[in-house]
């Protein structure tokens, strides 16, 4: 029997290599639902392809547009909205969902899929940032898998594969360092979205893509990591590694450290997702360790204050780390549109953290009226 995997977000860097995958391995996975935002026209070219049973588009504005593409494929079920999300992943042939999808937008379907017992292979590392405590206890209720797809997850669950009860010392979490590793605070004053949408080693959507220059990726991923596998962000190192080869490591109580090393390609923590625990073949480049040394740094909490701030949002808990989400979306998309100057994203954030309402045990309604609030507050802030 093929898997039925549910893409949400296959229009993007994710989506679209996630459909690589699935088309390298036709005989194990069907596509049984594609959504995307706005891309309507890559949208309809996937379910021509890949033939789902359903697709979704996010923005209602384009649904009309999606029916004519599909007008002469009848057998494709066609929704919009994002109450269509939430529904689709419900539907009943559904084996797996695949989480690509950008930020907040992320949680509700992410509930709605474990609730309706499907596996998740989770990108959208923000849903985890948000509510990683309402998530994960939802997963355990639920007897649901959270399977990580973001590469240096992937590579901490590869070194915990066989080790059972054996606990983790500490995790060695990795990071490339971004396009201003090198750039004093003097120079980043300046740098624009063109600058820190040009990633050394990875290519990837372009929210996640400034997330990576401001190091608050990195932050964030120090929250999933916590959440993923019950690690105390005390006992999360992080390494800048600019070569970005090592994905990163675990180390045990008896010193040993292992780590998953390859060449930076999505592919393959998005194929061990959908296949774990087997290993399938993935045509693409091969490690040459002979290459390039392997570096690793210390990260600058000054020059990048969105990590330390993304740790102080962990050591407050509660909503904070939500507020910290919502803040980084508006300035993130703002810093894109020429809104709000590099270092002027930690600012506002570290702004909006003092100013927006704190909950300590926040439930999933205060989850919703948290990110409004940060929302609005980033947005004034800003805009000042
Ligand atoms: P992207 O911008 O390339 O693609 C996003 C996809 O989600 C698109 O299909 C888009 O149509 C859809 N989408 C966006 N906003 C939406 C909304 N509000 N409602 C419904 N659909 C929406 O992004 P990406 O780089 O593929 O990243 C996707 C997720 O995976 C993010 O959470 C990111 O942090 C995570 N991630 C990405 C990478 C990577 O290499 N790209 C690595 C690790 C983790
Ligand atoms: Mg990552």
């Known amino acids: 029997m093929k898997q039925q995997i549910c893409i949400l977000g296959s229009t993007g860097s994710i989506g679209t290599q996630a459909l690589d995958v699935i088309d390298q391995h036709p005989d194990l996975y069907e596509v049984y639902c594609l959504t995307a935002n706005n891309r309507v026209k890559e949208l309809a070219k996937q379910a ?18 999606l029916c004519t593409l599909l007008e002469d494929l009848t057998d494709i079920k066609i929704y919009a909205g994002k109450e269509a999300l939430d529904q689709i992943v419900e539907a009943g042939p559904i084996d797996m969902v695949l989480t690509a999808m950008v930020g907040f937008a992320g949680l509700s379907p992410t509930i709605h899929a474990i609730k309706a017992r499907k596996k998740i292979c989770l990108a959208n590392k923000e849903t985890l940032v948000v509510a990683g405590e309402l998530i994960c206890s939802l997963a355990q209720e639920y007897h649901v898998p959270i399977l990580p797809v973001d590469s240096e997850h992937s590579a901490i669950f590869q070194s915990i594969v066989g080790e059972g009860d054996n606990t983790i010392e500490k995790i060695l979490l990795t990071a490339s360092g971004g396009p201003f590793r090198n750039h004093s605070l003097e120079q980043m004053k300046t740098v624009t979205a063109a600058d820190a949408l040009k990633h050394p080693t990875w290519e990837m959507g372009s929210k996640i893509t400034i997330d990576s220059s401001s190091m608050m990726n990195k932050g964030f991923e120090v929250i999933e990591a916590k959440w993923l596998f019950g690690v105390p962000s005390e006992k999360i190192q992080v390494l800048v590694h600019p070569q ?25 923590p998005i194929q061990y997702a959908f296949s774990f625990p087997k290993r399938l073949p993935l045509n693409g480049d091969r490690l040459d360790l002979f290459k390039q040394p392997l570096e690793f740094f210390e990260p600058d909490l000054n020059k990048f204050k969105c990590l330390a701030l993304a740790f102080e949002s962990i050591r407050q808990g509660g909503n904070m780390p939500c507020i910290v989400n919502a803040a980084n979306e508006i300035v993130n998309e703002g810093f894109r549109h020429g809104k709000c100057s590099f270092l002027g994203i930690g600012d506002v954030i570290e702004q909006t953290m003092q100013r927006a309402t704190f909950d300590r045990s926040p439930d999933y309604d205060t989850y919703i009226q948290t990110d409004a609030e940060a929302r609005r507050i980033a947005t004034e802030l800003m805009n000042k």
Request: charged content about 25%; glycine content about 4%; overall charge positive.
């Open 48 to 65: 021509r392809k890949f033939r789902p049973a359903a697709v979704v588009i996010a923005n209602e504005a384009h649904y009309k547009e």
């Open 244 to 268: 970005s080869i090592v994905h990163s490591a675990v180390q045990f109580a008896d010193g040993a450290v292992k780590a998953q090393l390859g060449v930076p390609d999505m592919r393959l």
